[in-house]
């Protein structure tokens, strides 16, 4: 068995700070495991409504979760720059679940991709053009709120409703692993990352099953920009630690941990998913019987009018995208109603 092995590298006096990538992932994995247990003991802590009644706007009528197919948000904010503060929502993954035929996928939408911002929304001095991982800070700073901002913009991206949302940020992902005790992960191909923790640590994964702590669980998924990323991509990677995740957060040891949990989960999660629908989707995907399905929305880094690089989605590709989400949640779009 193949151990992560870690070297320090000492370099000029200079520190980067690293975006989040993935660490959202972790919370849903926490929800199907501990299930019922967690969300009774958190839901205080971590519950946040968005403030739009009992469905999203673009819905005719609520979903009843844990029976038909639903769209959530995961959110990876990086906000330990700003104290906590009006952070950026460096990860956005739409998760779709089809209770009835154990199917989930996974969508990511490029941190840089570009979008309009309405005057109505957050007023005349946030409007116009902005990255999508803005939303969360525009959200908060403005007072229209940081998750319903960033929900309302994806549901406009993708021409679907997103039904539930649930952030993490930094310290809750690292924290809430290590507190499992770590998670194995069957590395495909060897590469190496910086960790978030300390700028001159380097993190190298070996080929093999590899037993992780939370500091190089999240340099595991974050890896981006080396050459492994071509052939051993980030979503393959974040499917990985979704079901090593999973797989830890169901045994018995996790059931007896759930008090130290809770408080990490309290102060680094929120979610808008009640302990009913929690323990409905836990009921619904724990078994081996679900499957998951990643959906790339194809594009390129282009340099725009306003000098910033953005990401440009093949419009095919939205489009597809698109068509897939919307059939996987049953939902016809009001476009497509006119037509």
């Not at 910086?194 to 993190?203: A, C, M, T, V």
């Not at 980030?234 to 797989?247: H, L, Y």
Request: with cysteine; hydrophobic share 35%; net charge negative.
């Amino acid at each position: 068995m193949a151990t992560t092995r870690i070297k320090r590298r000492r370099k000029r006096n200079r520190k980067k700070r690293f975006r989040i990538i993935g660490a959202i992932l972790f919370v849903f994995a926490l929800c199907i495991g501990v299930g019922f247990y967690y969300a009774t003991q958190v839901y205080t802590a971590s519950y946040k409504d968005l403030e739009r009644g009992d469905k999203s706007d673009l819905r005719e009528q609520p979903v009843d979760i844990g029976s038909d197919p639903i769209s959530i948000l995961l959110l990876g904010v990086e906000d330990y720059a700003t104290e906590g503060g009006a952070g950026r929502a460096d990860t956005q993954i739409v998760m779709t679940l089809d209770p009835e035929t154990k199917e989930m996928t996974m969508t990511s939408i490029p941190r840089d991709t570009r979008v309009e911002l309405p005057a109505e929304k957050v007023g005349d001095a946030y409007a116009g053009y902005h990255k999508i991982n803005s939303t969360y800070s525009l959200g908060e700073l403005s007072g229209y709120g940081a998750e319903k901002l960033a929900v309302e913009t994806v549901e406009d991206y993708l021409d679907i409703p997103i039904d539930t949302y649930a952030t993490v940020n930094f310290e809750g992902f690292i924290e809430v692993v290590d507190l499992l005790g770590g998670v194995t992960i069957d590395v495909k191909e060897p590469f190496w990352e910086r960790s978030s923790i300390d700028y001159y640590k380097i993190i190298e994964f070996e080929e093999g099953p590899t037993k992780m702590t939370g500091e190089e669980a999240l340099a595991f998924v974050r890896m981006r920009k080396r050459d492994a990323a071509l052939t051993y991509p980030r979503d393959e990677r974040q499917r990985q630690f979704i079901k090593a995740s999973i797989d830890e957060a169901i045994s018995a040891g996790t059931i007896f941990k759930v008090g130290q949990i809770s408080d990490v989960v309290g102060e680094n999660i929120s979610t808008n998913l009640s302990p009913r629908e929690i323990y409905a989707i836990q009921k619904a995907f724990s078994s081996k019987e679900s499957t998951t399905e990643s959906i790339e929305i194809q594009g390129v880094n282009e340099r725009l009018e306003d000098g910033l690089f953005y990401f440009v989605p093949d419009e095919e590709s939205l489009e597809n995208v698109k068509d897939q989400l919307q059939t996987k949640l049953e939902y016809t779009s009001s476009d497509q109603t006119e037509e």
